[in-house]
């Protein structure tokens, strides 16, 4: 589970269920506490645990996110694809042209 609300903490302020932009989590009705409703939604954006004032939220990076975020820094770093052509011999060539 990418992120998690730990209920002791939380004082029902909403802040994380407005924030998120992935309708990750839903006020109890019964407490008014946060809850984690769609886990599977986090994008991993961290805003929640950033803004959340009581500290009650982590966010954990899922291998799936870790290797997606490896893929675009590389992306970034290398925009021609040259180290992964190089090693996979895939990617794009020089035409010459
Ligand atoms: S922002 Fe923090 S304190 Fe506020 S509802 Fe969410 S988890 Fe609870
Ligand atoms: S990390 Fe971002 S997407 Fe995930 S629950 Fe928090 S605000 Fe929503």
Known sequence: MPSRVEAARCDGCGICVFLCGAWVYEA??????AVTTRPEDCVECFICELVCPQRAITVHHSRRRLREAAAL???LADPGG??????TGDGPRETGR
């Open 82 to 87: 040259s180290v992964d052509s190089a090693r």
């Open 73 to 75: 820094a590389g992306g």
């Open 28 to 33: 109890d009705p019964a407490t008014g506490k």
